[in-house]
């Protein structure tokens, strides 16, 4: 048998799309409903189903009323403000192209962008880094277009470019990540197999409005189904979170691993009385986290795995859990595999992850970059890059990314193989592993990691000697203050070599 998850169908996505019409689909049902909070800590900024919708509709006549033609693409260097989810459905509504960057981004690797992709315009807040152009649109314009009589939306179809997400790039160059309308329609499964979100829902995510988690998972997607979407202030540290999710009633909680981390570490009670689950993605979940959060709170955590390219795929749900420490199953109507060299990998092999190049959330492709996009493909799949295995009931195991997996003596280990293990040795906090080579062509396995205490070298390896064979256990430790993470919290591997001390002795 081998590893192909083909179950159910999807239903047809409409030959005529336009992803933000779709998206306010329910503005003009119980229109005085909150569609969007920003919580803060003193008040909350309330927008109804109608206000949100007044406010998308009337930008995108404005925009075109300032002379955008569809097909001109608008970067968006907007804040963690109401402003940034409101351009970036009014444009595509208006039939323009927004790309949503990182507030985080430096003026060099924005000025990479504009070549890159020669926007019209830029959607500018005065507070964020931005190159010279000769069109900068700022928030306080916006705001302004926004009173213009509303269009109609334009007439997309399915498979038109709806907007462009940038990712990290196998080569260390930023890929320019084209997604057609039909993207939306794609996420009703993961609606269905991995939120199982309701009308009545109050959905609350801890992201910033400018990042593609919090936009698809904690906006438009509640939005969708008419349920309300919660979204802390811009400046809310995670220690604010459990505060703001009691008051907030929300039902359902998102999350990165770390935010669940930071919220474990109040000694006050964890009771949410609302809260009926949780979710997490973008990094592996843990096992002693997520076994640490139901005891502390009793709610279940499920999680996800996705990518820029083609969001969430492969979920665990209230009616579907995951089994041990897998991620779940791919949700259905989905098509994925574990591929080997030669193709799909028997039942239970390790492989690359690969959804097929059909599924109508993959991007169109890399924008500008078609040797790019034919690289990641390999016959009638496209290649995540992820490494899993999956057995006959479809769960499937995440191994790592495949450029991160180690080799030990001509074995290959998987590091988050190596970090579960590790996870529940007493007085670590953080644990990571990569491979490092010490003398040419001779690597070793180094284990990072930060805890309430200086750890001998004999009690870490008499606790990994209990829990892994000999070849994938660290060769050496060593203390570091705390992890290399990135914006979003997750371990930035490659930035652990410059931390070995070996280098220097």
Request: aromatic share 8%.
């Amino acid at each position: 048998m081998l590893s192909i998850f083909d179950r159910g169908t999807a239903t047809p996505c409409p030959c005529h799309l336009n992803l933000a019409q779709y998206v306010l689909t329910q503005a003009d049902v119980s229109p005085d409903k909150p569609a969007l909070e920003v919580l803060g800590a003193q008040s909350t900024e309330v927008w109804t189903r109608a206000e949100f919708s007044r406010a998308v509709r009337g930008l995108a006549a404005g925009l075109l009323d300032e002379g955008f033609t569809p097909g001109d693409i608008l970067l968006m260097r907007l804040g963690n403000t109401v402003d940034f989810p409101i351009a970036f459905l009014a444009a595509i509504w208006a039939g323009l192209i927004p790309v949503p960057t990182s507030g985080q981004l430096s003026e060099p690797e924005v000025q990479g962008i504009i070549a890159d992709l020669g926007p019209a315009a830029i959607l500018h807040e005065p507070d964020l880094s931005c190159p010279a152009h000769p069109r900068i649109l700022t928030t306080e314009t916006l705001r302004r277009l926004q009173t213009a009589t509303p269009h109609a939306q334009h007439n997309s179809g399915r498979d038109d470019l709806a907007y462009i997400v940038y990712t990290s790039g196998t080569s260390g160059r930023p890929r320019a990540v084209a997604h057609a309308h039909r993207a939306i329609w794609a996420r009703r499964m993961m609606i269905r197999d991995w939120y199982d979100l309701r009308p009545d829902d109050r959905m609350m995510h801890a992201g910033a409005f400018n990042w593609t988690f919090t936009l698809g998972t904690g906006l438009m997607d509640p939005l969708t189904v008419g349920a309300t979407a919660l979204v802390p202030k811009a400046g809310t540290q995670p220690g604010d979170l459990a505060r703001l999710l009691d008051r907030s009633e929300a039902t359902i909680f998102a999350g990165v691993p770390g935010i669940y981390r930071h919220i474990l570490k109040q000694e006050a009670a964890l009771a949410f009385p609302r809260l009926r689950h949780c979710l997490s993605a973008g990094e592996k979940l843990s096992p002693a986290l997520h076994a640490a959060w139901r005891d502390r709170t009793g709610r279940e955590i499920y999680e996800a795995f996705g990518m820029s390219e083609c969001s969430t795929f492969i979920s665990a749900a209230p009616h579907l859990p995951s089994a041990g420490s897998s991620l779940g199953q791919p949700q259905t109507g989905r098509r994925v595999a574990i591929l080997g060299d030669d193709g799909p990998a028997p039942l239970n092999d390790p492989g690359v992850i690969a959804v097929h190049r059909t599924d109508p959330g993959l991007m169109i492709g890399y924008f500008g970059a078609p040797e790019a996009t034919r690289a990641r493909m390999q016959g009638e799949w496209f290649l995540t890059g992820d490494r899993g295995s999956m057995d006959a009931d479809g769960q499937v195991t995440y191994l790592g990314r495949a450029d991160d997996m180690m080799n030990a003596g001509g074995y290959r280990v998987s590091p988050l193989e190596v970090e579960a293990a590790m996870a529940t040795c007493p007085h670590l906090t953080q644990f990571a592993v990569t491979a490092i080579e010490v003398k040419p062509d001779v690597q070793i396995i180094v284990g990072f990691y930060s805890g309430s205490k200086e750890l001998t070298a004999e009690v870490l390896r008499d606790f990994a000697k209990s829990r892994l064979a000999d070849y994938k256990q660290p060769k050496t430790y060593q203390r570091v203050e705390a992890l290399p993470l990135g914006p979003n919290g997750k371990l930035r591997r490659r930035a652990l070599p410059a931390l070995y001390e070996g280098h220097r002795t």
